[in-house]
Structure formats: structure tokens, C-alpha cells
Nanobody, 128 residues
Framework: QVQLAESGGGSVQAGGSLRLSCEAS????????MGWFRQAPGKEREGVAG????????YYADSVKGRFTISQDKAKFMVYLQMNNLKPEDTGMYFC?????????????????????WGHGTQVTVSS
């Protein structure tokens, strides 16, 4: 059974930091694009960061470059999102997702609809 379990969300003030974790299980973790998405109320879900588990290439949306860092622990099938200098506009539900087919990194990131598996999300709230 495929499972993506996110944790680490919470409420912080602007300028603060959070570290999200995603534990993957039930599928072959090697050579996959793992992504972090967020969705604010009334807005579309958007990809913010991705990592290709095979070569650790990374992708970042322009809105988070220089503030967020995606990483993995391949041995533990874990993906992390370190979020620094958080802003109120970073508020939303954050989801971990897996794409079984496409590579990602260096400006390349699959469409939201192309991701095969999704977690249930973890809430991040940033107050000004």
C-alpha cells in the first residue's frame, strides 16, 4: 500500500523556519521525482520544490528560491523541505507527492496532474 506521510507543519511568525518531512512507503523509491506542493484557500495547488531521488537534482519555484531547501534521506525513504525566512504568503496546506515517470530538477518539474501519489498534507501558517 502506497503511503506518503507528511509531518512538521505548524504556526510561525514571519521570518521563522519550519522543516517538513515526508515518509514514503509502498513503492519503489529509487529514481523518482518527489515534490512538495502547497495550496492556499481558494487557490490552485502549486509545486514549490522537487528532488529526483536518483541523482538528487532539485527544482524550486521562483517564489521560494533562496529560502526553501529540499533534501532526502534515501536510506530512510524520507524527503524534507527546510523552509526559512517564511512569509505570510507561504501559508497553506503542504503536500508531498511522487511522480513515477518523469525526471525533475534544474527548472524542470512535472505538472501537478502528472504526480501519481499524494499525501494528506500538513498545514503551515505564517503570521505577520
Amino acid at each position: 500500500q502506497v503511503q506518503l506521510a507528511e509531518s512538521g507543519g505548524g504556526s510561525v511568525q514571519a521570518g521563522g523556519s519550519l522543516r517538513l518531512s515526508c515518509e514514503a512507503s509502498g513503492f519503489d523509491y529509487s529514481s523518482r521525482c518527489m515534490g512538495w506542493f502547497r495550496q492556499a484557500p481558494g487557490k490552485e495547488r502549486e509545486g514549490v520544490a522537487g528532488i529526483y531521488t536518483g541523482d538528487e537534482s532539485t527544482y524550486y519555484a521562483d517564489s521560494v528560491k533562496g529560502r526553501f531547501t529540499i533534501s532526502q534521506d534515501k536510506a530512510k525513504f524520507m524527503v524534507y523541505l527546510q523552509m526559512n525566512n517564511l512569509k505570510p504568503e507561504d501559508t497553506g496546506m503542504y503536500f508531498c507527492a511522487a511522480n513515477l515517470v518523469h525526471w525533475c530538477g534544474f527548472g524542470v518539474f512535472p505538472k501537478t496532474g502528472d504526480f501519481d501519489y499524494w499525501g494528506h498534507g500538513t498545514q503551515v501558517t505564517v503570521s505577520s
